[in-house]
């Protein structure tokens, strides 16, 4: 592990506030010390990093790129300095200068690149690959802004811009020189024949300039420095000139800021198809920018395409990127001259596809016009290889016409011509992944089930997983703390050895300093909660968590639902419960979400109420902390006592959160939807709370739905149902939940609120009565610690290393 030297390390703070910022240690504001602090930490980065890239160059190896619209980093200052093992000394050396160390840590603001799971995987995944020295690296795009701040003013969500731009990143290294061009609108003059040939048809389309920025990626150990690159875009300064030139300024100026608006904002929605013109330019550009890079890269050692997928292997993040397959094959064909089946060999033998959904409204698909007007060429290469890959079905399947219709990458609907982006990704690939067990199954059965009986040694799984680096060490060092007094730091790469913490669950000294950390999590919690909303929460109390995007299917209003239903047994029933507790909420809604939105309004309805009712709020309060990203996860997880994962079974990918939180010792009540499955399966029955229907019930539940039914069998449903669409909770907006009510009673209930309320409602109580048996939760949360290893991020990459991308540590 490095070390630093106090003294050089001072020497070059105070010359970065004073040459870099222009200040004295005196004048100097909180964002320049914030900023100087990071400068002088990127040293000891920067020495690394340039050694990493020698030793890949030198060994010519195989690297891994991959390309994600999102990548979800949080806060890096922390854990560059825990990775590089200088974080103490680091604490030290800054505190003694006189400064604030931990006050400068909570000071960094989130990199908020993206949505959710999907963009926290993403980083997640470069984190495992730096720790275990493997060359692999991300392409993303540097949006100006990241995902909206919300806040929440008289119970509605609001957003406000996130303008990170602004805040200038000391870890962004804007790389002069290394731009890449990118071609875009135009038209094909002659589209008849000459596809597979050198062609040159693509004429009148104007350019785009994508300008790398990168973050370094700092491996633990601090061997191994990988990098994240993320593009701008730029307007081109010689395209402008021809129409300066033309005498045409205000034309010119509008290309100009139509070009830079590419890489403007990220889009706000998670799981949703937003089907905008410039989200598919934004996409192609990523694409372009990546392909453009990697190539370079590769020619850079190679001089013909040979041994092209021996040393390249492009994972996609979900179908976002998927144009990798059709700007790869025009890069090889148009600009390399490399003949169509070598350049489908090549290409196919390289790429990946991991799907992340199977829920339609989030399958991609992209009006024809779009990619004619914005990618014409391209949209010329996905004809080809539909045509192709279409005789072949037809020629493979004779006796049954429907096939084509079903497996088309270009699809008629009504006239209507659409791209399906799944569809290229599959055809354009050789590995398809999903992300949990169940949900790489039903990606076979459910989803593409023609895709998976053409090529079934396409398909496989892996399962997610998250960096220990980060949830546990970053955001619990307590804990942290006790794992290395017990077992030492061996688990920290290899994260199954907490196991070896099982030994000790008989010990009551050590349940005790387990509880006792649990317990200071929870105060620091409260103090946020305190600090963001001014409620008071009672950290005896169980502190049941419920954090993630707002979504129906992640049903946090079957959460407000059981809510309502012990606060009705409390104020109605006069049921004392055995426990208090606090139901904690936070996540997003995207924008345009009106339900989503709606809940939230929900929850923070519940609370005024609940929380002022004194017959109530000793036993039961409702708190909703606005704002929820990484940063405040770091703090919410390692403070929960209980962890909901209740989404509709069939309906989440996999999830992340659920194993954060069991690796911090909180215990899930959940669906078997998902990771949830596996983390069963590794903690044991008695140590998760699952409840609710599976997922093959839901379809028929669906089918034979008939709320009428529901509602008579059961008074407490039917209370708390009337209480939905009644003013209880929103006495000053008569009405307004109404179509909560609406889209459970008589909307068809899609999401199976209502035939889970009472199985959801019954681990609820079994649970609350759990807990008031401290030491045996204890055990519980130990057995939650000990055995979720299988969930480390490195295992996850590990895998793919090794099945899909055949790629080795370096180290
Ligand atoms: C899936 F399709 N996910 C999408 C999407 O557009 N955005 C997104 O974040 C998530 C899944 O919902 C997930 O189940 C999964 O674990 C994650 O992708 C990473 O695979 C929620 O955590």
Not at 90 to 100: A, E, F, K, P, S
Not at 427 to 441: L, P, Q, Y
Not at 512 to 533: D, P, Q, W, Y
Request: hydrophobic share 40%.
């Amino acid at each position: 592990m490095a070390t630093i030297d106090p003294s050089r390390f001072r020497s070059t703070l105070l010359s970065i506030v004073r040459y870099g910022f222009g200040r004295t240690m005196e004048q100097a504001t909180k964002v320049d010390i914030f900023n100087s602090v990071c400068f002088a930490v990127r040293e000891h980065i920067i020495d690394r990093k340039i050694e990493t890239e020698k030793r890949y160059a030198d060994n010519d190896v195989k690297r891994m790129h991959y390309i994600s619209m999102e990548f979800l980093t949080g806060p890096l200052l922390a854990n560059n300095l825990i990775n590089l093992g200088i974080y103490d000394e680091c604490r030290t050396i800054v505190n003694d200068i006189g400064l604030d160390f931990d006050d400068l840590i909570e000071f960094e603001p989130d990199p908020a690149l993206g949505n959710g799971g999907l963009g926290r995987l993403a980083a997640c995944f470069l984190d495992s690959l730096a720790s275990m020295g493997m060359p692999g690296f991300g392409y993303g795009i540097n949006y100006d802004y990241g995902l909206f701040h919300q806040s929440i003013i008289g119970g509605y969500q609001h957003e406000r811009p996130d303008f990170w731009y602004n805040k200038s990143s000391p870890w962004l290294m804007r790389m002069s020189g290394e731009k890449a061009m990118v071609p875009v609108f135009g038209r094909i003059e002659d589209s008849e024949d000459m596809v597979g040939e050198y062609n040159p048809m693509w004429v009148e389309w104007k350019l785009i300039v994508g300008r790398p920025h990168d973050i370094a990626v700092v491996g633990y150990g601090g061997k191994t420095v990988n990098r994240l690159r993320l593009f701008s875009a730029w307007a081109s300064e010689d395209f402008d000139i021809q129409i300066f030139n033309e005498g045409d300024y205000y034309r010119a100026l509008e290309d100009k800021i139509r070009f830079e608006n590419i890489s403007k904002i990220l889009y706000p929605s998670d799981s949703r198809d937003s089907g905008k013109e410039l989200r598919l330019v934004q996409e192609y550009f990523l694409v372009a920018c990546a392909v453009h890079d990697i190539v370079s890269i590769y020619l850079n050692q190679h001089d013909s395409f040979d041994m092209f997928h021996e040393k390249v292997a492009i994972q996609l993040n979900d179908t976002h990127p998927a144009l990798t397959v059709a700007e790869l094959m025009r890069v090889l064909i148009d600009l390399h001259f490399v003949e169509w089946d070598d350049a489908w060999q090549i290409t196919t033998r390289t790429l990946g596809y991991t799907n992340h959904t199977l829920m339609p409204e989030a399958l991609e698909t992209w009006p024809m016009h779009i990619f004619k007007k914005v990618i014409p060429r391209h949209l010329q290469i996905i004809q080809e290889i539909d045509r192709r890959f279409m005789s072949m079905i037809k020629e493979k399947y004779p006796d049954d016409p429907e096939k084509p219709r079903r497996m088309s990458i270009v699809i008629d609907n009504n006239g209507e011509k659409n791209i399906r982006m799944a569809h290229l990704a599959i055809v354009g690939s050789h590995s398809v992944n999903g992300v949990a067990a169940i949900h790489s199954e039903l990606v076979k059965t459910r989803l593409v089930p023609d895709f998976y009986d053409l090529w079934p040694e396409k398909f496989n799984n892996k399962t997610n997983g998250v960096t220990p680096r980060r949830w546990i060490l970053r955001a619990n060092p307590l804990l942290a703390q006790l794992v290395c007094d017990t077992i030492g730091d061996g688990w920290i790469l290899d994260l199954g050895r907490l196991r070896e913490l099982e030994a000790h669950c008989k010990e009551t000294a050590f349940l005790e300093r387990l509880l006792m950390i649990k317990r200071k999590n929870k105060v620091r919690l409260a103090s946020i909660i305190k600090e963001t909303t001014y409620i008071e929460v009672d950290p005896e109390s169980i502190f049941d968590i419920h954090a993630k995007r707002l979504h129906e299917y992640k049903r946090q209003l079957l959460n407000a639902m059981n809510i309502i239903h012990i606060y009705f047994q409390i104020r109605d029933d006069n049921i004392i419960p055995s426990v208090p507790r606090t139901f904690i909420f936070g996540g997003k809604a995207a924008p345009g979400y009106f339900m989503a939105k709606l809940v939230i309004r929900f929850i923070h309805g519940l609370a005024e109420i609940i929380n002022k009712d004194s017959k109530a709020n000793e036993w039961l309060k409702v708190v909703f902390i606005p704002d929820y990203r990484v940063s405040l996860a770091e703090k919410m997880i390692p403070g929960a006592d209980v962890s909901e994962q209740i989404s509709t079974a069939g309906m989440e990918a996999s999830g992340t959160g659920n194993m954060k939180f069991a690796m911090n010792g909180a215990i899930t009540i959940g669906t078997l939807d998902g990771a949830n499955i596996e983390i069963a399966g590794e903690v044991g029955e008695e140590n998760i709370y699952i409840f609710g229907h599976k997922v093959d019930e839901i379809e028929s539940l669906r089918r034979e739905h008939d709320a009428d039914r529901f509602l008579n069998s059961s008074p407490a449903l039917k209370r708390v149902m009337d209480a939905v669409r009644s003013d209880i909770f929103c006495p000053d907006e008569p009405g307004i939940f109404k179509p909560l009510y609406d889209s459970i009673v008589h909307g068809g209930d899609y999401y199976c609120h209502m035939a889970d309320f009472q199985s959801y409602t019954d681990a609820h109580s079994r649970l609350a009565n759990d807990y008031m048996d401290r030491h045996n939760w204890a055990v519980k949360s130990l057995l939650n610690i000990a055995r979720t290893g299988k969930f480390s991020s490195d295992r996850t990459i590990k895998e793919y290393a090794e099945e899909i991308w055949k790629i080795k540590s370096q180290i």
